[in-house]
T-cell receptor
Framework: NAGVTQTPKFQVLKTGQSMTLQCAQD?????MSWYRQDPGMGLRLIHY???????DQGEVPNGYNVSRSTTEDFPLRLLSAAPSQTSVYFC?????????????FGSGTQLSVL | DQQVKQNSPSLSVQEGRISILNCDYT??????FLWYKKYPAEGPTFLIS?????DKNEDGRFTVFLNKSAKHLSLHIVPSQPGDSAVYFC???????????FGTGTRLKVLA
């Protein structure tokens, strides 16, 4: 059972480039989310989804887009990368999203924007 | 506006002693709380959770205490082991939402 799979593990971008961070889960979880981890800032919620076709903004959504066309996949798009988006990105999923819906995390994508 | 706060960035404890990690929150609507452990270059892993209808939850060496009036929760690890050395995050969510808000983390170092 793979759990939550993130690709790529590492990525270097130039300012202004766009890219998509991939996230897939094989646990049939309804809830999926994206976080970024920065020193001294903890894990901050970017976007989340409570099911296919339903997405919503988290704490720091600017500069990122998401879509959820299937239960399994929840890609995160950077439209025009900026140095402030240099971070480690984590995707997480949960079966229920509420009370008992503990989050399962992927291993992360380390992104550097030059 | 940090809704979930972990005011101690780091903590060192001797092996075998108790580790106490603290977390404060400001949103009175939060009613479900979780603790996660994170090793370098890995994703966070779930440790233990508690809902607001309880004030304590135990799982082996890990116990979480919730004080709703103080908007405070703590994680106790007894006895602490060197393998517990990691960054610990607390997280919270509110009834009717699907947002899990995390704190800034506390780096625990257990000294052998």
């Amino acid at each position: 059972n793979a759990g939550v799979t993130q690709t790529p593990k590492f990525q270097v971008l130039k300012t202004g480039q766009s890219m998509t961070l991939q996230c897939a889960q094989d646990m049939n979880h309804e809830y999926m989310s994206w976080y970024r981890q920065d020193p001294g800032m903890g894990l901050r919620l970017i976007h989340y989804s409570v099911g296919a076709g339903i997405t919503d903004q988290g704490e720091v959504p600017n500069g990122y887009n998401v879509s959820r066309s299937t239960t399994e996949d929840f890609p995160l798009r950077l439209l025009s990368a900026a140095p402030s988006q240099t971070s480690v990105y984590f995707c997480a999923s949960s079966y229920g999203g509420r009370g008992g819906g503990k989050l399962f995390f992927g291993s992360g994508t380390q992104l550097s924007v030059l | 506006d940090q809704q979930v706060k972990q005011n101690s960035p780091s903590l060192s404890v001797q092996e075998g002693r108790i580790s106490i990690l603290n977390c404060d929150y400001t949103n009175s609507m939060f009613d479900y709380f979780l603790w996660y452990k994170k090793y370098p270059a890995e994703g966070p892993t779930f440790l233990i959770s508690i809902s607001s209808i309880k004030d304590k939850n135990e799982d082996g060496r890990f116990t979480v205490f919730l004080n709703k009036s103080a908007k405070h929760l703590s994680l106790h690890i007894v006895p602490s082991q060197p393998g517990d050395s990691a960054v610990y995050f607390c997280a919270a969510s509110a009834e009717g939402t699907y947002k899990y808000i995390f704190g800034t983390g506390t780096r625990l170092k257990v000294l052998a």
